[in-house]
């Protein structure tokens, strides 16, 4: 999902057709949301390095 498709399609058809049969529309758009997130911060996550444990406040101190 992260790696952009070379074909330029994401999600097919038929894969959110199957994806609708176990979902209802508002669990639907609340599992988008929730991988839009998590797609959201992953890259961040992995630009700025955070160490496990540490509150933000102290993450980046000089």
Known sequence: MLT???SGERV???L???ACEH???KALATLIM?????CFF????????P?????PAEQWRP
């Open 42 to 49: 992953l890259p961040l996550a992995l630009i700025g390095k």
């Open 12 to 14: 097919s058809d038929e």
């Open 51 to 55: 160490l496990p444990g540490v509150s």
């Open 23 to 25: 979902y209802d529309d």
């Open 16 to 18: 959110y057709a199957r």
């Open 34 to 38: 929730a991988i839009g997130q998590v």
């Open 4 to 6: 952009p498709n070379p």
